[in-house]
């Protein structure tokens, strides 16, 4: 159980192009879901948080036009990379929670992640 | 100051032997831990929950020092499949956001 898939594993892309990676809960509902960004040798860096229905928190320095977040549905969320340019090249990784037991702080299970090449 | 650091490594270790990684932590607050493993090219994957007492886990053992803000990674017996990055995870905010270190390189050989 508590699989996240993510679509598509990778992208190679043009620079300017707009790049849209999905991010689903197949076995359960995710109330929470999280995006991350990891560049090569470095560790993973929260980009935002969404939460179904509601607009999504955005960590300081990232731009929330340029990275557009939707979480319409307890099993999908988006992320669009806008206006893509090299330095977006990245690992852009989801992750869900389901929020069942009501704790604080749940489980999270990762999506495999998507590799972004913007050339 | 990064709010999670861990020696980048890598590790070479032969195969059989144990080894142990450190992590730091600068938010006191913080109040959940944990180890997560990546290969190459994958997603993290959590290893173990990390709790006050210590904790066991077959060949893995963890540690927490809340006064010193510590964590500690032991691996018994290493595996050629052990070779990974280990990533030393803090729940720093509450609620479920969590700050990566950017991880241990450990490479098994026979």
């Known amino acids: 159980g508590a699989v996240v898939s993510q679509h598509p594993s990778w992208v190679i892309c043009k620079s300017g192009t707009s790049v849209k990676i999905e991010c689903r809960s197949l076995?359960?509902?995710?109330?929470?879901m999280f995006w991350y960004r990891q560049f090569p040798k470095q560790s993973l860096m929260l980009m935002a948080t969404?939460?179904?229905?509601?607009?999504?928190?955005?960590e300081q320095g990232v731009e929330k036009d340029k990275f557009l977040i939707n979480h319409a549905s307890l099993t999908l969320s988006t992320l669009t990379v806008t206006s893509a340019h090299p330095e977006d090249s990245s690992f852009y990784i989801c992750?869900?929670?389901?929020?069942?037991?009501?704790?604080?702080?749940?489980?999270?299970?990762f999506g495999p992640g998507t590799r972004l090449l913007v050339l | 100051r990064k709010e999670v650091e861990q020696d980048p490594g890598p590790f070479n270790v032969p195969e059989g032997a144990t080894v142990a990684f450190n992590c730091t932590y600068s938010?006191?607050?913080?109040?959940?831990f944990f180890w997560y493993r990546q290969d190459c090219r994958k997603e993290p994957k959590l290893l173990m929950s990390?709790?006050?007492s210590g904790n066991e886990d077959g060949r893995f053992t963890a540690q927490l020092n809340r006064a010193s803000q510590y964590i500690s990674l032991l691996i018994r017996d290493s595996k050629l499949s052990d070779s990974a990055t280990y990533l030393c995870?803090?729940?720093?905010?509450?609620?479920?956001?969590?700050?990566f270190g950017t991880g241990t390189q450990l490479k098994v050989e026979l």
């Open positions: 990390v709790y006050s």
């Open positions: 969404s939460n179904e229905g509601s607009k999504a928190t955005y």
């Open positions: 076995d359960f509902q995710a109330t929470t």
């Open positions: 995870v803090v729940n720093t905010g509450g609620g479920n956001k969590l700050t």
């Open positions: 992750s869900a929670t389901s929020g069942e037991t009501g704790a604080l702080q749940e489980t999270q299970y």
């Open positions: 938010n006191s607050a913080s109040q959940s």
